[in-house]
Each structure stands twice: as structure tokens, then as C-alpha cells.
């Protein structure tokens, strides 16, 4: 039966990813935590439209039964929501998905449903190439719970596609979602980083912007010659740097939303970049830090005496979504 409705979707392989034609098929990122990317919308659709008929061609009848039963008091909403029902799991969602394929509902933008959550082809894309680039420290902070499936990630990469990282052992829903929204949710903040990144210096003086980084060998910077500035919050024991003194209290989004603006500031960089880059990533950033808390680390250091840099750390404390400024000066 489900051979004559088509097989199941699969992701570009990576040559096509360069392809002309890939990159006319390229949907938009997905900029909101939710479950279901807009080009995989038409899972919920064909979820909630779908006579009982279709539905059993690609379901057990109670399956089917339970889903239509359910929404007749209420639409389903999510991946979540259509999963709450009795015998819907994994392997229920995936094959609504081919029903929704197979009758036109989502097409090859939608790259499928792995642990619990639709990709559009570039959510995908951008899953593959954070996991394959991500430093240590990084991902051992989006997946705080998830210690032996960042172990498994880090040993087993290069990946190619979301699939082969959803099968890595040790990465269930929960990760693979913290890993999606590390990849996906700060683009806009992200392409603000990259455009002030991009301006050049006046030889004298200057400032970086990072979102992806290692925060512990950043943090580990010997002070030089200023010596004792250093102060860290939030840390293990284990991960607070020898030359580091303690603050009790942690940063809030106040905090690196100051830094990152002063830091912006330093270089004149509203003046510099397109309005929409600089307010649209601003404005990411405070979403992304809202009633957040953050570890991390304040200092300065210097290569010789006639120079300075100082470095704002931050990492929240539960996903993992860090961010780096830093400003120089040199006579």
C-alpha cells in the first residue's frame, strides 16, 4: 500500500545542497520553538482534514478512529498535540507524514518528522552543519542532559544529514529539539554578527562579536598584563579558570543585551550596518534572553603595554546559547 503512495521523503544528499536547483528550494529557516517548521504545516493539515478513508490507508484503523474522534473536539495544533492521542508515537507521526506527502499536503521543503519535530530543508541544513562545526564546551551546554549523546555527536561527525544525527544514540527528543533551536532560532542575531564582523578596523581599535564559540578556552585567556580582573559566575568548580575570582550572582538578559550594545556602540556599527540587519538582530537577541540567567566571565587582557582587550562571556543556563563580545585598543 505504501508503495503506491510514494516512499518517504529524504534529505538532500550534500551535492545537492550547492545545486541551483536545491537552492531555488530552499525554505526559510525556523525562527520560533515550535515543532513544526511552516513547510511541514501540512502535516497538521492532512491530520485534521483527512477523511477517516485516508487516514486507515496509512494508519491502523483504531489509530485513525482515535485521531478523528479527537478532533472532532478540537483541531490538533502540533506534533505534540496529534502525539497526545492513544497509539500515536514515532512511528504513527511518520507515517501521517507520508499521507501528507503522498496527497500533495507538504512537498520537498518539508524535509520530514525526526524525534518529534518537521524540518524545512534548511532547518536541516543548518542542524548538519552546527553539529558538524560545534565546539566541545558548546554542545555539552545545549545538551546539559544529554551527556553521552554530545560525546556520541563529537565521535561520530562529519554527519550529512538530520536523520544520521536523530539515530545517534543517546539523542532523544528533547535534545535533537535543543539542538535545532541551537542551529535555527538565532539566525537573525547571527547575521548581525556576521555584518559586524565584516567591518574593518581603523588600526587603532576595534571589537568581535561571536554567538558560536568555546567558551572555556576563551574564558581560560591568561590576564597578562593586567593581572586579577578576571571574574567568572555561574561555573562548575571544575570550569572556573585558575586566575578567576568568583561573583555569586548570575547575568541576566539586561546584562548581555548592555554588553553586546555597548560593544556594537564601540565601532559605530548602527551607522555602519543595514537598518534592518542591526534592529532585526537586536531585536532576536532579546528574544532569545528574555527572563534568561547566564554563566560565564568579565576580563581583560593585554599582549604587551601598549594594548587592551576586554571580553564579556555569556552561556545560559539551560540551553546553552551563548554570546561573545570583545573590544581592543592598541597605541
Excluded at 16 to 43: H, M, N, R, Y
Excluded at 107 to 128: E, K, M, Y
Excluded at 130 to 152: C, K, Q, R, Y
Excluded at 294 to 322: E, L, R
Aim: glycine share 6%; hydrophobic share 40%; charged share 15%.
Amino acid at each position: 500500500m505504501f508503495a503506491g503512495c510514494g516512499g518517504l521523503e529524504t534529505e538532500p544528499s550534500p551535492e545537492s545542497l550547492t545545486s541551483p536547483s536545491f537552492e531555488s528550494q530552499q525554505a526559510p529557516i525556523t525562527t520560533t520553538d515550535v515543532d513544526v517548521a511552516p513547510e511541514c504545516k501540512g502535516i497538521i493539515t492532512f491530520v485534521n482534514t483527512a477523511t477517516f478513508q485516508t487516514l486507515d490507508a496509512y494508519l491502523p484503523s483504531n489509530v485513525a478512529t482515535n485521531l478523528v474522534n479527537r478532533r472532532a473536539t478540537a483541531l490538533f495544533t502540533s506534533l505534540a498535540d496529534v502525539s497526545s492521542v492513544s497509539l500515536v508515537g514515532e512511528t504513527r507521526l511518520k507515517q501521517l507524514e507520508q499521507g501528507a506527502r503522498a496527497t500533495g499536503a507538504i512537498n520537498s521543503t518539508c524535509v520530514g518528522i525526526f524525534d518529534g519535530v518537521a524540518l524545512s530543508t534548511s532547518d536541516a541544513a543548518a542542524i548538519v552543519s552546527l553539529v558538524n562545526t560545534i565546539d566541545d564546551s558548546e554542545l555539552h551546554d545545549v545538551l546539559p542532559d544529554a551527556w553521552n549523546g554530545a560525546v556520541n555527536l563529537l565521535n561520530q561527525r562529519p554527519f550529512t544529514t538530520a536523520q544520521a544525527i536523530s539515530n545517534v544514540t543517546g539523542i532523544g527528543e528533547v535534545g535533537f529539539r535543543n539542538i535545532r533551536n541551537a542551529a535555527t532560532l538565532s539566525r537573525p542575531f547571527e547575521t548581525l554578527v556576521t555584518a559586524f564582523n565584516a567591518l574593518s578596523s581603523n588600526g587603532s581599535s576595534g571589537a568581535v562579536l561571536k554567538r558560536h564559540f568555546d567558551w572555556w578556552n576563551e574564558a581560560s585567556i591568561s590576564s597578562g598584563y593586567v593581572p586579577g580582573n578576571k571574574v567568572c559566575f555561574g561555573l562548575e568548580p571544575s570550569s572556573v579558570p585558575w586566575d578567576a575570582a568568583i561573583r555569586p550572582n548570575l547575568a541576566n538578559a539586561a546584562e548581555v543585551n548592555a554588553e553586546v550594545e555597548s560593544t556594537l556602540a564601540y565601532v559605530n556599527a548602527q551607522g555602519r550596518i543595514s537598518t534592518s540587519v542591526y534592529n532585526n538582530g537586536l531585536a532576536n537577541l532579546k528574544a532569545r534572553t528574555a527572563g534568561r540567567t547566564f554563566k560565564g566571565c568579565i576580563f581583560s587582557y593585554a599582549n604587551d603595554p601598549w594594548s587592551s582587550n576586554s571580553v564579556s562571556i555569556f552561556v545560559d543556563t539551560v540551553n546553552g546559547f551563548s554570546v561573545f563580545t570583545k573590544t581592543w585598543w592598541a597605541e
